[in-house]
């Protein structure tokens, strides 16, 4: 690992800039040699992270921008996606805004490139649960999801 930055104690406290061997580059704050306050960490595969950090881990509020170009913005805790946040993804064209628990979504509301919009309950990243799905057309089709299926009231 390549450093250049602040020292304190001969540890990287304050500004600085890391490279790893992979490729991977932060520049941001250090607190006794770990990422921690704002920062900006690029993966070797292009993707990146900019927000703030807690013990190396993304903590807080943070921006990640994946190398196909779909981007999440809102809250972390531990490295994961918890709480609330909008994820846009580039594949389907989809909009997510809502709750996350872990990483995973638990309600809010998506919409679709086709237009159709649901709003309701999330697990395994479908639609679980109560929930309500709006159609273009004006069709709407509201009570329970499984698996992101409509299954009735």
């Known amino acids: 690992m390549y450093y250049e930055g602040d020292y304190v104690n001969n540890k990287r406290t304050g500004k600085g800039k890391s490279k790893w061997v992979d490729g991977a580059i932060y520049v941001g704050d250090f607190i006794n040699g770990v990422l921690h306050g704002k920062g900006k960490y690029t993966f070797e595969c292009g993707s990146v992270y900019e ?13 990640f921008t994946w190398d196909d170009g779909s981007i999440y913005e809102g809250d972390y805790l531990n490295g994961k996606r918890h709480g609330y946040g909008k994820l846009t993804l580039t594949e389907n064209g989809s909009i997510f805004e809502g709750e996350y628990v872990e990483d995973n979504r638990t309600k809010g509301k998506t919409t679709f490139s086709d237009g159709r919009i649901y709003v309701g309950e999330y697990a395994d990243g479908k639609e679980n649960g ?12 509201e009570g329970n999801w499984k698996d992101g299926e409509y299954v009735g009231k």
């Open 130 to 141: 109560k929930g309500k799905m709006i159609y273009p057309n004006g069709k709407v089709e």
């Open 51 to 63: 927000g703030d950090f807690v013990n190396n881990e993304r903590t807080g509020k943070g921006k």
